[in-house]
């Protein structure tokens, strides 16, 4: 398989998929969701819109669900059940980053979460945080879970506004590293992920 990373995040709507486009256009890696639930605004078809020569970096997701829930609600809704032992790995010759849905905890089917997902595979983690209240308690909890399961964190990236003082206790109490920021854009488009890229792409490099 080729190198696969997994994006996490601490919670639902953290930004992992901005944060994936990211880091795929600054790494030239290939981007994989392989659960998607709502058809309406798919993930896979945003970062294809967004990266350079999205139509061959972007891969189709194992299972699309039709309802915007929780996977594993929507898969009973549509009477899907999802295995993923199963699922058929997109092939590439580049790095692929691998878009998990909500949370690190979050389900992924009726009896697995996304860090079984992470887990099973042995996926190094992109952990995907941001700063509001109560954050640097969930992502205190979510590196808590990753060490424990033996999950290999590579880094943190901060989406959204940036606090020094919470970073830096995030950073100092967990012996872990913020690798890189990413901004709230304005507007969201292939021009404004390049440039971020250009900017985060020397620091990703030194722990990628």
């Known amino acids: ?3 696969s990373l997994a994006i996490a995040g601490i919670h639902t709507g953290i930004g992992k998929t901005i944060a994936s486009a990211v880091i795929a256009e600054a ?4 981007y994989w ?3 998607q639930a709502g058809i309406q605004e798919r993930d896979t078809d945003l970062v294809r819109k967004l990266i350079s020569n999205g139509a061959h970096r972007v891969h189709a ?3 699309l669900l039709s309802q915007p829930m929780s996977p ?3 898969a009973t809704a549509d009477g899907i059940e999802i295995d993923f032992t199963k699922f058929v790995w997109p092939v590439t010759n580049n790095m692929l980053l691998v878009e998990t849905a909500g949370g690190l905890l979050s389900p992924m089917s009726e009896n697995k979460t996304m860090a079984d997902f992470i887990s099973y595979f042995q996926l190094p983690v992109i952990l995907v945080a941001a700063n509001y209240l109560g954050s640097i308690n969930h992502t205190l909890l979510t590196l808590e879970v990753l060490k424990a399961r033996g999950i290999k964190l ?3 990236i901060m989406s959204g506004t940036s606090s020094l003082s ?3 206790f ?3 109490y967990s012996e872990s590293s913020i690798i890189a920021g990413i901004p709230h854009f304005e507007v969201i488009d292939a021009d404004a992920i390049k440039n971020c890229a250009a900017l985060i792409k020397s620091n990703l490099l030194k722990f990628i």
Not at 27 to 30: G, M, Q
Request: glycine share 4%; aromatic share 0%; hydrophobic share 40%.
């Open 27 to 30: 790494l030239s890696a290939d």
């Open 166 to 168: 919470s970073e830096s």
């Open 170 to 172: 995030i950073e100092q």
């Open 72 to 74: 594993h609600a929507a």
């Open 33 to 35: 969701k392989p659960v």
């Open 1 to 3: 398989m080729t190198k």
């Open 61 to 63: 997701e194992s299972v």
């Open 154 to 156: 590579i880094g943190i």
